[in-house]
């Protein structure tokens, strides 16, 4: 099988469908093999058309593709449907909420035809919740709603943040598999398989034996970055080829 993961999308669909025409070259080239693809997750948010990202995953379905929750995935769908709720990792450690500035969730509103102007308090945060309900189709609530925590292909798991390592995989919760960075990024110690996960920005794809990191921060100016697993080959796919990705020296690091 021949596996191709692609980091955080952050509503870039033009960096996703260019991503997706080197994926399509690339299996010109290796005709006949079993294929999956795997989205990490994070869809909407900060970038210019997280609508059209949605609907470009909706249209484009099917049996090999593998689409993974985020976190920014959520707190859309929970926006449309829970008014009220706040995120409790975010609200616990930040005091944020979906349309603070940091997280685009305005940016993700505004790909849907809704316009806020100005600075969102938390107490104002609810304002546009039934502007959203209307406008956002209930496919897309439906496709995020229906997004798996987490994947396991062979040696490889893929999930959105990380995983807690001390727990089975069907035992994680569904905070840690899209929020986790404490405990994970610099975790050393052995794992019975290789995450490859998003979530945390770094300047290139790293590898270590426990962990891939694959968001180069697209919606920040960086690359949407898209990896090639078939059995002992692992690269980063480019629009020309596929580059060989070596085991990083040293621990595992926070950028």
């Not at 052995?190 to 290139?204: E, I, S």
């Not at 596929?242 to 085991?247: F, G, I, S």
Request: proline share 5%.
């Amino acid at each position: 099988m021949r596996i191709y993961a692609i980091g955080d999308i952050h509503g870039e669909l033009d960096k996703l469908r260019e991503v997706h025409g080197w994926i399509a070259r690339d299996r010109a080239e290796h005709a006949g093999r079993e294929v999956r693809i795997v989205h990490l997750g994070d869809y909407v948010d900060r970038g210019p058309d997280s609508r059209g990202v949605v609907d470009w995953l909706i249209a484009g379905d099917n049996p090999e593709w593998i689409n993974l929750r985020g976190n920014h995935d959520r707190m859309f769908m929970r926006y449309v449907t829970q008014p009220g709720w706040q995120d409790p990792r975010l609200w616990r450690h930040k005091g944020y909420h979906w349309l603070h500035e940091k997280l685009g969730g305005v940016e993700t509103l505004a790909s849907y035809g809704i316009e806020i102007g100005g600075e969102v308090t938390l107490d104002r945060s609810d304002l546009w919740h039934d502007a959203a309900a209307e406008a956002v189709p209930g496919a897309h609530v439906d496709f995020i709603d229906g997004l798996a925590r987490w994947r396991r292909i062979g040696d490889y798991v893929f999930t959105h943040a990380g995983v807690r390592p001390d727990r089975r995989l069907e035992d994680q919760e569904d905070d840690d598999l899209m929020w986790i960075r404490e405990g994970w990024l610099d975790y050393a110690g052995p794992l019975p398989f290789t995450v490859v996960h998003g979530h945390t920005v770094y300047d290139q794809v790293e590898r270590y034996p426990q962990r891939i990191a694959v968001d180069t921060g697209a919606v920040f100016g960086g690359e949407l970055s898209c990896i090639v697993l078939d059995g002992e080959e692992v690269g980063t796919l480019t629009a020309h080829n596929v580059r060989a990705l070596p085991m990083r020296d040293g621990a595992p690091r926070r950028p």
